[in-house]
């Protein structure tokens, strides 16, 4: 069984990665059952372990935290929707790259929920849309955004940190990093592609299609 987990409010960043740490001990130690945190932060960003400094590029901009997560920089804020998945990928198969690819799938059928066609891209990290509401690129291409960003860690198979799907954020906030070190591509959320979600629309859809891609009975 998974328990969900809602905060109101913005949640401090240091205060998510301990609570997110003291949980992952307690699951451990079969004091705690596994769990998914939906949340917001404040405005921040977070370097991963393959973060390039460069792509810090306006670094008083917000507060910078170090993030022991895969991946590189990423923004956190208001109006964007965290899912921090606390779930035992051992008992799960002790398949990383197949943990990795249920939560992007996990995040596909959620944004299908509102006839958001979210897809994936070889070498490059989280969910992105084709914006064929925008002019073609040089080279006759459709302009792609990233609507969603993928970063985890494991300690001994349970996973911490999860996916942040953007609903209503300040897309102007993410001018501060190269999202992901990508710089050819652009950011969307939900409402900027014209649809008008709630944050409790995006929960209820999160909740159903978790059941439906990991097999597990929430609660």
């Known amino acids: ?4 987990l809602t905060s109101r409010g913005l949640v401090p960043y240091e205060t998510a990665v301990a609570e997110m740490e003291a949980r992952v001990a307690r699951i451990v130690s079969g004091e705690a059952t596994e769990a998914i945190w939906l949340l917001e932060h404040p405005p921040l960003y977070t370097a991963g372990t393959s973060a390039n ?15 022991k997560r895969g991946g590189q920089y990423t ?39 509102f006839n958001v066609k979210g897809e994936r891209r070889e070498g490059r990290v989280g969910v992105w849309v084709v914006r064929h509401d925008k002019p073609l690129n040089a080279d006759g291409t459709a302009q792609e955004d990233k609507i969603a960003a993928i970063g ?15 609903v209503e954020p300040d897309l102007s906030h993410f001018d501060g990093i190269v999202p992901c070190g990508i710089r050819e591509h652009g950011v969307t959320s939900l409402v900027d592609l014209g649809l008008p979600v709630t944050m409790m629309d995006l929960d209820v859809a999160l909740k159903r299609c978790f059941h439906r891609i990991f097999e597990s009975e929430p609660v």
């Open 152 to 166: 985890v860690r494991l300690r001994k198979w349970i996973s911490f940190h999860g996916i942040s799907i953007n």
């Open 75 to 113: 923004y956190h804020g208001p109006g964007q929707r965290v899912a921090y998945a606390m779930l035992n990928v051992g008992e799960r198969g002790r398949d990383v790259r197949k943990f990795v690819n249920q939560l992007e799938e996990w995040v596909i059928a959620t944004l299908a929920e």
């Open 53 to 67: 400094s460069d792509d810090l590029t306006d670094p008083g901009r917000f507060p910078v935290y170090d993030s």
């Open 1 to 4: 069984m998974v328990e969900w």
